[in-house]
């Protein structure tokens, strides 16, 4: 079976991974890193927007959405994880998830272990721990 998913459908389920699962996801000796130039343009542009003040996901995603990347840095085994993500990756590996994690995001029954999945999917391309 094939899921393919909207580009919008594909940031809203990477945005619920990012809340639900990076503290998880960051127990794998993994460290997020970024563009401060883009953090802060992301910031400005999501308070010009929305009238209220962001999250670090809401800025995560607006780094995504200004053309700028998220950088995972595989602390433990020598930069062998290291991975750079793009909004693109967003769109074309989410739908990638296995099918039981990804059912369970569509399906609002979601739990750490399926937000965790959907970021190693993004970054990685697979699940590759756990």
């Known amino acids: 079976m094939k899921v393919i998913l909207e580009k919008k459908e594909s940031e809203d389920y990477f945005y619920n991974a990012m809340c639900s699962g990076f503290g998880y996801f960051g127990g794998y000796g993994l460290s997020l890193d970024y563009k401060d130039s883009d953090y802060a343009k992301a910031k400005t542009k999501y308070k010009k927007d929305n009238d209220s003040d962001p999250c670090r996901e809401d800025i995560y995603l607006g780094i995504l959405k200004i053309g700028g990347s998220l950088i995972i840095i595989d602390e433990e085994c020598e930069g062998e994880n290291n991975s750079t993500i ?45």
């Open 86 to 130: 793009t909004l693109k990756d967003v769109h074309d590996r989410v739908q990638l998830t296995p099918h039981n994690h990804l059912m369970d995001m569509i399906n609002e029954g979601d739990d750490a272990i399926t937000a965790d999945c959907i970021l190693q999917t993004v970054f990685f391309g697979d699940v590759i721990f756990g």
